[in-house]
């Protein structure tokens, strides 16, 4: 069963545009939720990261939505830059115990 | 601050060779390591993870191995490689918030 579900696959946004990708998880004791952006050959780094006690979470041009009660979490990036074309993963877990998502792969127009 | 490195970046090796992956880390004792791999187009999986020398928890039962010998050293291994060990192998650190920290990552391949 797969812990962690992520779309969509690709995603391609023009400069200046709103990038949204969201991720559902599955075990209701997962009590952090980070995202992770990777860029080729590069190991992930992190982004920004959630703990379901906040709705929301903003850093930058970045923000995290929290719904407990959906299950259900999204990476919204404002003002979406060449730059910031990556690709995306969620994670859900608690512990020693994290379940990623397949991946975004974001392409921003210039 | 904290550092973690891998080597090497890449590798490629025949299908039966044996195979040594090392990740350290520095600024930071008895950290948690964990062995990921991730296949082309596919997401993060956990393969081992380490609370501390000579404790190996492994999730996914195949043809790989991982040792810790040291406090923040973390080796993956394998006796014979096969096809299907191909992929980009990251190693990573549990902050003391509970985020895992990735490294640069080996890319594996197997001919």
């Known amino acids: 069963q797969q812990q962690v579900k992520q779309s969509p696959q690709s995603l391609i946004v023009q400069k200046g545009g709103i990038s949204i990708i969201n991720c559902a998880y599955e075990?209701?004791?997962?009590?952090?939720f980070p995202w992770y952006q990777q860029f080729p050959g590069k190991g992930p780094a992190l982004l920004i990261a959630?703990?379901?006690?906040?709705s929301e979470k903003k850093e930058g041009r970045f923000t995290i939505s929290f719904n407990k009660s959906a299950k259900q979490f999204s990476l919204h990036i404002m003002d979406s830059q060449p730059g910031d074309s990556a690709t995306y993963f969620c994670?859900?877990?608690?512990?020693?115990?994290?379940?990623f998502g397949t991946g975004t792969s974001l392409t921003v127009i210039p | 601050s904290q550092t973690i490195h891998q080597w090497p970046a890449t590798l490629v090796q025949p299908v039966g060779s044996p195979l040594s992956l090392e990740c350290t880390v520095e600024?930071?004792?008895?950290?948690?390591l964990y062995w990921y791999r991730q296949a082309a187009g596919r997401g993060l999986q956990l393969l081992f993870y380490?609370?501390?020398?000579?404790?190996i928890s492994s999730e996914v039962p195949q043809n790989l191995s991982a040792s810790r010998p040291q406090d923040r050293q973390f080796i993956l291994s394998s006796k014979k490689l096969l096809l299907s060990d191909s992929g980009f192998y990251l190693c990573?650190?549990?902050?003391?918030?509970?985020?895992?920290?990735f490294g640069p990552g080996t890319r594996l391949t197997v001919l």
């Open positions: 994670a859900a877990g608690t512990g020693n115990q994290f379940y």
């Open positions: 075990n209701t004791a997962f009590d952090y």
């Open positions: 600024g930071t004792s008895n950290p948690n």
């Open positions: 990573a650190w549990r902050g003391p918030a509970g985020t895992q920290y």
């Open positions: 959630i703990r379901p006690d906040v």
């Open positions: 380490s609370v501390g020398i000579g404790q």
